[in-house]
């Protein structure tokens, strides 16, 4: 999919938003998605993102397709790994939907990425935090400037 030019200095491509200074500069906004089967070895997912370095974290959200099944969990939390270690959230539900999400801390220097970041989402708070089945959606947004 091309850009389109809503107005001097604004275009948008499939997936981003970018805002131009001039020629030279731009802010990008971002949303990406990833789609992943829990892990039904560990309590532990981790979750392909590849967010850029010098990226800042905006927010996220966290729903299943498919509900975690075999476990007593009582808290799933979302953390971002590699370029940064911030938790951006917790829930408490594991059924079909959406169960959780919501905006960052902005002046926190841990929404800075330093570099590639990926995340991890993990089942606590039970006897048995070792899904049998389930599959979790995250989405996160974050901006960038080049």
């Known amino acids: 999919m091309g850009q389109y030019k809503f ?15 001039d020629d030279t500069f731009f802010l990008q906004r971002k949303i990406v998605k990833a789609t992943t089967d829990l892990d039904t070895g560990d309590a ?56 959780g999400g919501g905006l960052t801390d902005l002046s926190a220097a841990s929404m800075l990425t330093t570099a590639t970041t990926q995340a991890t989402f993990t089942l606590s708070g039970g006897s048995d935090n070792t899904p049998t089945a389930g599959t979790v959606v995250i989405v996160v947004a974050y901006d960038t400037v080049s």
């Open 7 to 21: 107005r001097s200095g604004t275009t948008v491509a499939a997936g981003a938003l970018k805002v131009y200074a």
């Open 44 to 99: 532990e997912t981790a979750i392909t993102l590849a967010i850029p370095a010098s990226a800042r974290i905006l927010g996220y959200g966290v729903a299943f397709d498919t509900a975690a099944a075999g476990i007593d969990s009582t808290t799933g939390t979302l953390a971002l790994t590699g370029g940064s270690t911030a938790t951006l959230g917790t829930v408490s539900a594991f059924t079909a939907g959406r169960v």
